[in-house]
Structures are given as structure tokens and as C-alpha cells.
């Protein structure tokens, strides 16, 4: 489970206890760079190999690959390659990985430009409103990020095989606009991808954790 943009493994707190109450193995994990590994290097392309070396550091099971919001390019990436271990992929109101694009691709050029300087810095106050989000989970969301390694947003995708070949559920949450990425179109069209809406934010790990906690024991079910 990787939460996006600034945030560590704690953003899944919730979310982990409830699958947990469930019977289900989780792990949050921490991109390197941000939270308790912000002194680790991060690169191009160092966020994808987090995800693939977790995977193979677990028991050797199928695994649920959970991706939010901007970590959905690496989570992506990484699901075309753990090969007969994916059980699901799931994105929740994240960006979809494009061959070739980079996550800030098309966005405006001050973005581009600040990543490039080194790091992305957090989102402020503001960017908070209107996401469903209670004063008390907006001021862990002010309160808990780190920066974002720059290279790690402007780095192009490299897909091992289409992301609409991979068994998906895409989540959107509604407060953050109605319609899924571009990038998601076609996959959910393929007959592999599923959508699933939630009356929410962008952050529903904090406004809605049951919700999340939900969707992904589904995720998890034999299909």
C-alpha cells in the first residue's frame, strides 16, 4: 500500500488496522526519500524498485498492489512486473502510468520546474478544502509530509507489458472531480478493470477509512 505525493506509510494507519481486523496481511510502505526514509536517495525510476523489492521480501504469496494518488505511476510499473504474484492492482484516485510519460507530463511548468530544483514541496491549508476531510484529519495531512524527490515525479514511465492486461480496480473519489484520467479510459474499458466511486476526497484514507478498508478485502476476494 503506498499512499501519494509527501506522505509515508503512516497515511494508511487506518485503513491497515481495519483490513487487518479482517484477516489480511498488510503493508504499508514508505517510498525512499519521504517520512522515516527521507535521507534515502531517490531517483529515476527508485520508487518502482521499492515496490518490486517489497514484493519479493514477502512471503512468497499473491499480493493486492495498492496505489494512491501520484504513487500510482511506480504501483503501476511495478504490477506489470511481479508477474504470477499480482492477485489485483488497485488505484485509488491516482494517476495511471503512461509508457514513456512521467507523472507531471502536460502539468504546468512551475511544477515541473520545482521538481527539478529537487523536491516537490507539500501541499498547504488550502489545498485541503473541499476533500470531505475533518479539521483534525486536515491538520495531519499540514502536519505529517516531507518533500517529494523531484526525480521521482519527472521520471518517464517504462511499462513491461499494457496496464489495461492488468487485473484492476480504479477508485474514484468524487470530491476530486467526477471522471478517472485519461490514462485510465481505455483500461477500464478492456473488460480487466473495474470502477468503483466514493463520495469523497482525494484523501480517502483519511476522510472515509472504512470505505477504503472495503474495497480493497474485496480487491483481495477470489474473482
Do not use: N
Not at 509527501?6 to 487506518?14: I, S, T, Y
Not at 510519460?101 to 504546468?108: D, K, N, Q, T
Amino acid at each position: 500500500m503506498v499512499a501519494g505525493a509527501w506522505l509515508g506509510a503512516w497515511a494508511w494507519d487506518e485503513v491497515a488496522a481495519g483490513l487487518r481486523a479482517a484477516g489480511h496481511e498488510t503493508h504499508p510502505l514508505t517510498l525512499s526519500g519521504l517520512a522515516e526514509k527521507r535521507d534515502v536517495p531517490a531517483g529515476r525510476l527508485t520508487h518502482v524498485q521499492d515496490v518490486v523489492d517489497e514484493v519479493r521480501r514477502l512471503v512468497p504469496h499473491e499480493v493486492v498492489l495498492v496505489g494512491h494518488s501520484c504513487s500510482g505511476i511506480p504501483v503501476g510499473q511495478a504490477a506489470a512486473r511481479v508477474g504470477e504474484r499480482l492477485r489485483r492492482v488497485v488505484f485509488v484516485d491516482a494517476a495511471v502510468p503512461v509508457d514513456g510519460e512521467s507523472f507531471l507530463s502536460g502539468r504546468p511548468s512551475d511544477h515541473v520546474r520545482r521538481a527539478d530544483e529537487g523536491f516537490w514541496p507539500p501541499a498547504g491549508a488550502d489545498d485541503y478544502a473541499g476533500q470531505g476531510l475533518t479539521a483534525g484529519q486536515a491538520a495531519r495531512l499540514v502536519g505529517g509530509p516531507t518533500p517529494h524527490p523531484g526525480a521521482t515525479l519527472t521520471e518517464p514511465a517504462v511499462l513491461d507489458r499494457p496496464v489495461a492486461e492488468l487485473p484492476a480496480t480504479y477508485v474514484k473519489c468524487l470530491l476530486d472531480g467526477e471522471e478517472p484520467p485519461p490514462a485510465a479510459t481505455g483500461p477500464l474499458g478492456s473488460g480487466r478493470w473495474e470502477l468503483v466511486t466514493m463520495d469523497t476526497g482525494h484523501w480517502p484514507m483519511f476522510s472515509r477509512p472504512r470505505e477504503p478498508a472495503r474495497i480493497l478485502h474485496e480487491a483481495a476476494a477470489d474473482r
